[in-house]
């Protein structure tokens, strides 16, 4: 079975949309290795989830020999079901409370028999060096690298004609390497597909791969065999990848006069055995007394040892230190006057007409703050449902007799549940602009400009500096959460070979997906706990530790008056009506 891409575009889920991989093209024949190399941010993980159905693409087609993975919007899951994903981070993907109930979890959709599920684990275990009494281990009590080899072992137990494998070295201690790379052989040579893996880990997976794909900005640069890269090095020097350290061994040893062979990438063992042998020659005795030079490499006829070189090979990055443009320079604390008077406007309404015009100017706020509208669609369709059913419930009346149980009759107010939907259009609204005003504060932005708006209430000996740090931890944690929740959907997905629509979960994966979750944020406030600890972060009181203050511009008083302005508006929209 063999896949092909054909024309394949995925966009950024972002405000701009930006093509991640664009016009992909590209057949993973059956039975082979594929190695994708990259430089971080080329687009090799968007291909990988692609592969796995867990991304839509734009344009173009995946196809699993003639059965198409997506057909319209849906997921074919036929097609789904021929792919095992491992993903970069795979001790994160566990929740059950018992690696026997992980495997259990990844075989479900087979319907196998306690026997034939039994052998599939067993085979599994021993093929990756894992004692069979790990299955009765708690997953929350392994190590990181037992996670990860577990985390392998339940996808490889599932048999998916093409394994797909995120960085699967990182972590793994040198001895669980060599039966990972015969698991990569054993799925290449028996199964009905092969292997891709994403790594930067040229050393291992270099002298297994039968192709290599080279991303750059996420389109294909080079797809050849491994020993061409011996033959033109400089394509990965150009994609901003390392050398295997074969290479570079061999090249620093060509220098001084001593040629080994290079028809193929050689593991550690292989570059030792090649060394000795041409040390044995005679001309290895001429090479000794020179001083060892690194041999040149022309990328675009740039001598590769030149300052030229380097400054070509720097990419070109825009500093985080450039201006802050448009909403997001604006003071923190005209902002929160804003939004505070434009929220009041917006809740007092009781009509219809102050509900539109709440709307407008919401999305108005929105469309100037840049706020992904992606992220707004998915958070207020979830909203819409609730509100539809919050206003079909308060709308019902119904009329019992003596006995509660006993209802004599039933009708429908459209007024009840009128009033019911409008109120709670008007939060959702006021939840918006609040959106907007979060995502055009940075974080350090907003705790500045608390400790300079609130500092007066340290003379009441009130602790500001609490207040303020922990409304920046907050702001921090939003978009991480967020990021969390969609990194976990896939994960669930791809475990479960769900073939939902993209974005969405079945009911029973929710508690699946809840665990990982709540798992993954508890990580991510011990890390920064640790982190704080180890920086020697301490509460102080403010005193004269402010930094200084942010001056109120020119900007900011227009934007307070347009404030106050509008709720002005909204409250004569009120009262007229």
Not at 425 to 444: D, E, Q, R, Y
Not at 535 to 541: D, F, I, Q, W
């Amino acid at each position: 079975m063999s896949i092909q891409l054909v024309d394949a575009t995925i966009l950024s889920p972002k405000l701009d949309r930006k093509p991640i991989l664009s016009h992909f093209n590209h057949q993973f024949r059956k039975g082979t290795v594929t190695l994708i190399v990259g430089q971080t941010g080329s687009g090799k993980t968007t291909l990988l989830n692609a592969l796995a159905g867990l991304l839509p693409l734009e344009s173009g087609s995946i196809t699993y020999d003639d059965n198409p993975l997506w057909v319209g919007n849906k997921l074919n899951r036929n097609a789904l079901l021929q792919t095992g994903l491992v993903f970069q981070y795979p001790e994160r993907q566990l929740f059950a409370d018992s690696v026997m109930k992980e495997f259990s979890y990844s075989l479900r959709h087979l319907r196998l028999t306690k026997e034939d599920e039994k052998h599939r684990i067993l085979v599994v275990l021993k093929q990756l060096d894992l004692p069979e009494s790990i299955l009765s281990e708690s997953v929350f009590t392994l190590s990181d690298g037992w996670k990860r080899k577990a985390a392998l072992a339940t996808t490889l137990a599932v048999k998916p004609a093409w394994l797909l494998l995120d960085e699967p070295t990182a972590g793994i201690d040198p001895q669980s390497i060599g039966p990972m790379l015969d698991a990569i052989r054993n799925q290449r040579d028996k199964s009905d597909g092969g292997v891709i893996v994403v790594s930067h880990d040229l050393d291992t997976f270099l002298p297994i791969a039968d192709q290599v794909i080279i991303i750059r900005r996420g389109a294909v640069d080079a797809v050849l065999e491994p020993k061409e890269l011996y033959a033109d090095p400089a394509l990965l020097i150009r994609a901003h990848v390392g050398l295997p350290t074969s290479m570079q061994i061999a090249m620093r040893l060509r220098a001084v006069g001593i040629n080994i062979s290079e028809e193929r990438p050689f593991t550690a063992e292989e570059t030792a055995d090649a060394i000795l042998q041409s040390l044995s020659k005679p001309y290895a005795e001429a090479a000794v007394g020179h001083v060892i030079n690194e041999p040149a490499l022309l990328v675009d006829g740039v001598d590769d040892r030149s300052d030229n070189f380097q400054k070509k090979l720097t990419p070109t990055v825009e500093t985080q230190t450039s201006e802050v443009q448009g909403v997001h320079k604006l003071h923190p604390i005209a902002k929160w006057v804003f939004y505070v008077a434009v929220s009041t406007g917006m809740l007092i309404q009781s009509h219809w007409i102050g509900v539109l015009a709440s709307l407008l100017l919401a999305l108005g706020i929105v469309k100037v703050a840049r706020v992904s509208l992606q992220s707004l669609y998915k958070a207020g369709k979830a909203f819409a449902l609730f509100i539809l059913i919050s206003g079909i419930i308060s709308g019902l009346q119904i009329s019992v007799a003596d006995a509660w149980w006993q209802w004599q009759s039933i009708s429908f107010s459209f007024a009840a549940a009128s009033g019911t939907i409008r109120q709670l259009v008007v939060f959702f609204l006021v939840l918006m602009t609040g959106v907007a005003f979060a995502s055009s504060t940075t974080p350090s932005m907003m705790q500045h400009g608390l400790e300079q708006g609130l500092s007066f209430l340290e003379r009441f000996r009130i602790p500001v500096s609490v207040f303020t740090f922990s409304a920046s931890l907050l702001l921090r944690f939003i978009p991480l959460i967020a990021k969390e929740i969609e990194r976990m959907s896939l994960i669930v997905k791809a475990r479960g070979k769900s073939a939902a629509k993209q974005g969405t979960l079945r009911m029973r994966d929710v508690p699946v997906f809840m665990i990982p979750l709540l798992l993954a944020m508890m990580k991510h406030t011990e890390d920064l706990s640790l982190a704080l600890e180890a920086r020697g972060y301490k509460m102080r009181r403010l005193g004269g530790s402010i930094k200084e203050p942010i001056k109120f511009a020119k900007e900011d008083w227009i934007l307070v008056g347009a404030g106050l302005v509008l709720l002005g508006v909204l409250v004569a929209v009120e009262k007229g009506l």
